[in-house]
């Protein structure tokens, strides 16, 4: 098993554990102990600090990634590439955050008269912490990723904080705590975390904060010119998965109540990307590596398998979704849920549309025309501020759903256009049409089966039915060679696979 292998593996384990319990979280335990406009907050909490966070960043996450290899030595002091990193990031979150205190007052009046506006203004000040902690968070966990130290960063973001959440919502159902005790334990679980990241590569000694060396020093302008156009496409590609929510938020008087119901029904759709986000964690710097290489048959062979796995488990997961609506509806324990379970369906095929691309982002981001991500993300927060402008007012909630599936589709097809042109290279062939071939004849199946009033025999027979048929006819037509290996080795243990 090689690393990508061995690394994927195991991140494979830790977030889909971590989204079951995410799952848990969003359906069960939200759905009881919250009302829908405290979920919407929490919500809406959450996408205003990953926006934050990811402006504040000014693009560093992608200098980490890009240059890296460049300024890397073998002890940990990288020529102080990393005290670059640390002051670039407090001076960008200091001025930001003076902005955000000035404007409070015109931010917080676009939430008059809404419902739950209450909560916003209760807890702004909180966005801050929360905010600094998750940039604090992204930067560990890039410094973690160039050393291939990412399975604990995953455990933390997906795992552990989703731990301190569950306890948080169980203490609440025993009267111990309320929802104000729950938003300051989710804060102090942000810092946890990203205390846990900064001592683990302090005690194995990846990094050092030193001062700055002259190579660091003269390429000071390179890398912050490389940042401006990463945090315009790093902020742009936050604001085009949450901007619709902040939208919904301020355009429509339900306000927190849509915002809650749309929220829920995005986590339940995240599911879809879990492929991508275990792949991808080590994918990204294999690919950065690559390029400094210029081995573009390597960029090539991992651009087209990570498109097809992606693809195949992604499809399957958002077929085993649709067919189990009623049950999820009746896990979502709220009447408020069941008129917009389309919205769930238009969202979930946005997250298809996504994975399908595999790392096409990245692979452009990493090379010498990164400005054109910067271009085709800041085009796509225009498209989408049209389009939800044009929707929501049309057709509500729906409206932020069709407008996010329509701009993921538009970035992917820039995305694979701009790469096939300039490098040759694009990751689609038949595989991907009998993967829409195969998971439409498991939909058609799986809604056509029967219901059975037991939820949890219906659940279970119906996705069993729906995975067995999907999964044997992935198998029979080699969808993913490297699916199939693993498959081979379950079926042929002490057999030749190679």
């Not at 968070?137 to 130290?149: I, P």
């Not at 111990?176 to 005690?203: C, D, E, P, R, T």
């Not at 050092?208 to 390429?219: N, R």
């Not at 910067?374 to 927060?381: N, P, R």
Request: aromatic share 16%; with cysteine; charged share 10%.
């Amino acid at each position: 098993m090689n690393l990508l292998q061995k690394q994927g593996f195991y991140n494979s384990i830790i977030l889909y554990f971590g989204t079951a319990l995410g799952f848990f979280n969003a359906i069960i335990l939200f759905q009881r102990f919250l009302t829908i406009e405290q979920i919407g907050f929490f919500q809406l909490l959450i996408s205003i600090s990953v926006i934050y966070a990811q402006i504040v960043s000014l693009g560093i996450n992608n200098i980490i990634t890009r240059y890296f290899p460049y300024f890397k030595t073998k002890d940990s002091k990288h020529g102080g590439f990393v005290s670059f990193i640390g002051l670039f990031c407090l001076i960008s979150f200091t001025v930001f955050t003076v902005l955000f205190l000035v404007f409070r007052i015109p931010i917080l009046a676009q939430y008059n008269g809404k419902n739950g506006s209450a909560l916003l203004n209760q807890y702004y000040y909180y966005l801050i912490p929360v905010s600094f902690f998750t940039l604090a968070y992204m930067v560990l966990e890039s410094l973690a990723r160039v050393v291939f130290k990412n399975v604990l960063s995953a455990f933390l973001k997906e795992v552990l904080l989703r731990v301190f959440t569950s306890v948080s919502i169980l203490l609440i159902a025993v009267h111990l705590i309320n929802y104000h005790h729950f938003i300051v334990i989710y804060v102090w679980a942000n810092v946890l975390i990203a205390l846990i990241l900064y001592y683990s590569i302090y005690k194995d000694r990846h990094f050092s904060f030193t001062a700055l060396s002259a190579q660091v020093k003269a390429h000071s302008k390179e890398l912050i010119k490389y940042g401006f156009f990463a945090v315009l496409s790093g902020g742009s590609f936050a604001l085009v998965q949450n901007l619709d929510m902040i939208m919904l938020s301020t355009m429509t008087v339900q306000s927190f109540t849509y915002v809650g119901i749309y929220g829920t029904f995005f986590a339940i759709a995240m599911v879809i990307n879990l492929p991508a986000k275990a792949l991808n964690r080590t994918s990204y710097q294999i690919i950065s590596d690559a390029w400094k290489e210029n081995d573009r048959l390597k960029i090539s062979r991992i651009y087209f398998k990570t498109s097809v796995v992606q693809s195949l488990i992604g499809c399957l997961l958002l077929v085993v979704l649709i067919v189990n609506k009623q049950n999820i509806l009746f896990l979502l324990h709220k009447p408020e849920y069941r008129n917009y379970f389309g919205v769930f369906i238009i969202v979930g095929i946005g997250f298809f549309i996504d994975i399908t691309g595999g790392l096409n982002s990245h692979i452009i981001n990493t090379s010498k025309y990164y400005k054109v991500v910067t271009f085709i993300l800041v085009s796509a927060v225009i498209a989408v501020v049209i389009l939800n402008l044009i929707f929501i007012p049309m057709v509500g909630m729906a409206g932020a759903a069709i407008t996010y599936s329509l701009t993921t589709f538009l970035i992917n097809f820039s995305y694979w256009l701009f790469i096939k042109i300039k490098f040759g290279m694009q990751p689609f062939n038949k595989n991907h049409l009998l993967i829409i071939a195969i998971g439409l004849l498991a939909l058609v199946t799986g809604l056509e089966l029967p219901a059975i009033h037991n939820f949890y025999i219906d659940a279970a027979y119906r996705s069993t039915i729906v995975l067995v048929e999907y999964g044997i006819l992935a198998y029979f037509f080699n969808i993913s060679e490297d699916i199939n290996l693993i498959f081979d080795k379950f079926i042929k243990p002490t057999g030749n696979n190679f």
